[in-house]
């Protein structure tokens, strides 16, 4: 290829890219779509609850301030051995008023410290065991 041959290639390239970008710059954007919630068709349901749904309801007012969110940190490191923060969520449930909470292994299997349900602050801890591990 000659050098006169890519000079013309060169500047037919930038004539066809300067093209495309007016071209794309010019198209016309969608027009803007507005969605509207209308209540003129709303409906009430008035039915009664069933015992189920009934006993269900007290169970959840009954022992629902009893259930905690367990959330866990552990450490992970890159390939550059930088520290990533890792968190983990679990439930449990207080066994005592002493505020001992019961959760299954994998909430803490690898975790270094956990965040206490009661100030959301991170203490580190060990777990005890109830039951023997595999």
Do not use: C
Request: cysteine-free; charged content about 20%.
């Amino acid at each position: 290829m000659s050098r006169k041959d890519f000079w013309k290639l060169v500047l037919l390239s930038s004539v066809i890219s300067a093209g495309l970008v007016l071209f794309f710059l010019r198209w016309p954007s969608p027009p803007p779509i507005r969605a509207e919630f209308s209540q003129n068709g709303a409906r009430t349901f008035d039915t009664q609850l069933t015992d189920v749904e009934k006993t269900n309801i007290q169970i959840y007012e009954t022992l629902g301030p009893g259930v905690v969110n367990v959330t866990s940190i552990t450490v992970d490191y890159n390939f550059w051995l930088q520290p990533i923060p890792r968190e983990g969520v679990g439930s449990g449930f207080f066994i005592d008023t002493e505020g001992h909470i019961a959760t299954n292994f994998t909430s803490f299997r690898t975790r270094r410290s956990w965040k206490s349900p009661f100030t959301g602050k991170p203490k580190a801890t060990r777990p005890r065991w109830l039951a023997p591990t595999r």
